[in-house]
């Protein structure tokens, strides 16, 4: 066999090998896109499908509600409530809440700040997805004194539960997300969000597809919307509709 023969039997061979060990490891399934982590995303941030942007505007209402009335410097509150989507809405919600509030006051005595806890469960279905999920939020509430502009809300939000794409409906299954807030500015007196930022890590795992893992930043903007990032690819989101545009 001359020397030609063998170099292209052995050249041969390492293709055969290497077809072998590519058929036996196979093709990681593809799993959700970064534009489906951003609907995900969009879903737990946005007003329409009672996102962070709803829950920490009701954590604003609460505790300026109850400092006025139901809460003296160092008490504890807890309350219950529920909100539902209104009918004809194109996002459709429903969740439960449990509040927990206690008042913190500054030296001269006066209302100063609330820290919490809200636990919830619920579901929500859109135009690119549905999610079924529980979670809580523990933050604190600022800017409670009566020369403050704006409501300051700090905290870190957890979500756990089910999920399925629209954009790709074989993609569906569990999800995790933990998102730490810095900052979220609401504007007084109607609390419109007009900065802040967080990062968030996203994961889950599709079956026949393996587990996916995202992780990524938001900026909150003075109007009405957040932009999320993740692997350097950016998205505008509308907080009040959830609807994205890549930027």
Do not use: W
Request: charged share 10%; net charge positive.
């Amino acid at each position: 066999m001359t020397f030609m023969k063998k170099l292209k039997l052995s050249f041969l061979a390492i293709l055969l090998v290497g077809a072998v060990a590519c058929k036996k490891t196979g093709v990681t399934p593809t799993n959700i896109t970064v534009s489906e982590a951003v609907d995900i995303m969009a879903g737990s941030l946005s007003r329409n499908s009672n996102g962070l942007a709803s829950m920490s505007d009701d954590a604003g209402v609460r505790a300026q509600t109850d400092i006025d009335g139901n809460l003296s410097c160092g008490s504890t509150l807890k309350d219950t409530s529920s909100r539902t989507s209104a009918p004809g809405s194109s996002i459709t919600y429903s969740y439960g809440f449990g509040y927990s509030y206690t008042l913190n006051c500054n030296t001269a005595g006066m209302a100063d700040n609330v820290i919490g806890k809200l636990n919830y469960s619920g579901s929500y279905n859109g135009p690119y997805g549905s999610s079924s999920n529980t979670g809580n939020v523990s933050f604190t509430v600022a800017g409670l004194t009566t020369n403050a502009t704006a409501y300051v809300f700090n905290g870190d939000f957890a979500r756990n539960g089910s999920f399925a794409s629209k954009t790709d409906t074989t993609n569906h299954g569990s999800l995790h997300l933990v998102i730490a807030i810095h900052n979220l500015m609401l504007l007084k007196p109607h609390r419109n969000i007009v900065g802040g930022n967080a990062t968030f890590t996203l994961t889950g795992t599709i079956p026949k597809k393996g587990a996916f893992s995202f992780t990524g930043t938001v900026v909150f903007t003075t109007n009405g919307t957040a932009t999320i990032t993740i692997n350097g690819t950016a998205y505008s989101v509308d907080l009040t509709t959830g609807l994205k545009v890549k930027v």
